[in-house]
C-alpha cells in the first residue's frame, strides 16, 4: 500500500509543469462529466412508458394532452419528449409552417442543451496525451541532454529514473484521455438514442393530428450523428 502511495506521489510531483497542466484538463473533465451526468439524470424519462403512451395514442384521442400528457408523471417534466410534447400542443391548431417552424426551434434547443459540453471531453481526449507525449519527448531531451554534459559518463540509475520521470506524462496523459473519451462517447450515445425517440413522438403527432405536416420534416433538426463524427 505504501508502495502504491509512494508511485501516486512520485507520478504527481515529479512529472514537471506539463504534468500539473494534464491534472488540470483531468479535474476540468471530471467536473464536466458530474455536470452532465446531474443533466441527463434530471431529464431522464422511461422509454417503455413513452412507447406504451405512443401507442394509446394510436386510437386518435380529442386530444393529445388528454391522453398524453396528464397522464405522464411529474418528474418527467424536463424530459425531451415530454417538452416537445407540450410545443406540439401549444402550436397545433396553427398553420402547418408556424407549427413546424415552433417544433423545430424547440428540437434545436433541446439537441442544444444535450451536446453542451460534449466537445469539451472531445477536445481533452485528443490533447491530454499530445501533452502527455510533449511531456516525455522534452523530459528525454534534458535526460540525454545531461548525459552529453557529463561526457558520456553517468549511473545506469540515476539515467532510468530520469527516463521514467519523463515518461509520468505520458502515463497521466493517457489516464485523463481514456475517461474523457469513454464517457464522452456514452454521452453521445444517449443524445442519440433521445433525439430517436423525438423523431418517432414527432412523426406520430404529425401522422394522427396534422398529416398536413408530413411534408414538412422539421429541416432544422440536427442530425445526432454529426455531433459524434465531429468527436471522433
Not at 177 to 187: D, E, R, S
Amino acid at each position: 500500500m505504501n508502495g502504491t502511495a509512494e508511485t501516486i506521489r512520485r507520478m504527481i510531483f515529479d512529472g514537471g509543469v506539463i504534468n500539473w497542466i494534464i491534472i488540470a484538463e483531468y479535474v476540468v473533465m471530471l467536473a464536466v462529466v458530474a455536470e452532465r451526468i446531474v443533466f441527463y439524470a434530471a431529464t431522464s424519462y422511461n422509454r417503455k412508458f413513452l412507447y406504451r403512451r405512443l401507442d394509446s395514442l394510436s386510437e386518435r384521442p380529442a386530444s393529445v394532452q388528454s391522453v398524453f400528457l396528464q397522464k405522464w408523471p411529474k418528474r418527467y417534466g424536463r424530459s425531451a419528449p415530454l417538452i416537445v410534447l407540450r410545443e406540439f400542443t401549444a402550436y397545433e391548431k396553427e398553420d402547418a409552417a408556424v407549427l413546424n417552424e415552433a417544433v423545430d426551434r424547440r428540437v434545436s434547443q433541446i439537441y442544444n442543451a444535450m451536446n453542451a459540453r460534449l466537445d469539451i471531453l472531445s477536445l481533452l481526449a485528443n490533447i491530454a496525451p499530445l501533452c502527455g507525449l510533449l511531456g516525455t519527448v522534452t523530459g528525454l531531451m534534458a535526460a540525454f541532454d545531461q548525459i552529453q554534459k557529463l561526457g558520456g559518463s553517468v549511473n545506469i540509475q540515476a539515467l532510468a529514473g530520469g527516463i521514467w520521470s519523463a515518461m509520468i506524462t505520458t502515463a497521466t496523459g493517457l489516464i485523463a484521455a481514456i475517461p474523457a473519451l469513454t464517457v464522452g462517447k456514452l454521452f453521445e450515445l444517449e443524445m442519440e438514442r433521445r433525439m430517436s425517440d423525438i423523431t418517432v413522438t414527432l412523426s406520430l403527432l404529425k401522422q394522427l393530428y396534422r398529416p398536413d405536416c408530413l411534408d414538412g420534416a422539421f429541416t432544422g433538426m440536427p442530425n445526432p450523428c454529426e455531433a459524434a463524427d465531429r468527436t471522433v
